[in-house]
Every structure is written in structure tokens, then in C-alpha cells.
């Protein structure tokens, strides 16, 4: 499986909107939150979307806060990714 990243370049609201993406949802775009993993199409990073879950607010509260900027399957989405990296990384922890 080739994890290369590879850039996609998109036009949206008539302007060029650069990103590498990280799943469907989840992307790192060019001068958008310092590259930081954002949302797709919108400036919120998804770190504090999972800090809010993680401090117990619920999942539908979040995404109706979004007003439809963020579905419930992005969401979804950002704490699959942020779990498979963590278990990825494990390792090299435990080597430590």
C-alpha cells in the first residue's frame, strides 16, 4: 500500500484550495491553520473537535454547533485517524 501523500489541488468558491488529505474528511491544506489537520473546506482544526469529546461533550452537540460545516462521519473520521496513528506509534514508544 503506498501511503504517499499526494496533493490534490481543487477550485472552490472560485479560488485554488490546495491539500494534502488525510482520509475523506480530514485534511492538511496549504496556508490553512499552519497545515495543521483541519476539516476539509473549512479553518477548524480537528484537534478541538476531539478535545471537547474528550472533556465529555457529546458527538451530536458538537456537529450540530457546526451548522453543517461538519458532519458526524468527519468526525468519525478524525478520531479513527488519531487513533491509528497513535497505535502506530506505540511501538516506538514502548521501545523508549
Excluded at 29 to 38: H, K, L, M, Q, Y
Excluded at 63 to 88: I, K, P, T, W
Aim: glycine fraction near 10%; charge should be negative; include cysteine.
Amino acid at each position: 500500500m503506498d501511503n504517499t501523500l499526494h496533493v490534490v489541488s481543487e477550485t472552490v468558491g472560485g479560488e485554488r484550495y490546495n491539500f494534502y488529505p488525510l482520509g475523506e474528511y480530514v485534511v492538511r491544506a496549504f496556508g490553512v491553520c499552519g497545515g495543521r489537520p483541519t476539516f476539509k473546506y473549512t479553518r477548524i482544526e480537528i484537534t478541538g473537535t476531539l478535545e471537547r469529546l474528550a472533556a465529555g461533550e457529546p458527538l451530536d452537540e458538537i456537529v450540530a454547533g457546526y451548522q453543517g460545516r461538519v458532519s458526524r462521519e468527519a468526525v468519525l473520521e478524525a478520531m479513527r485517524l488519531v487513533n491509528s496513528q497513535f497505535l502506530e506509534t506505540l511501538p516506538q514508544l514502548e521501545a523508549a
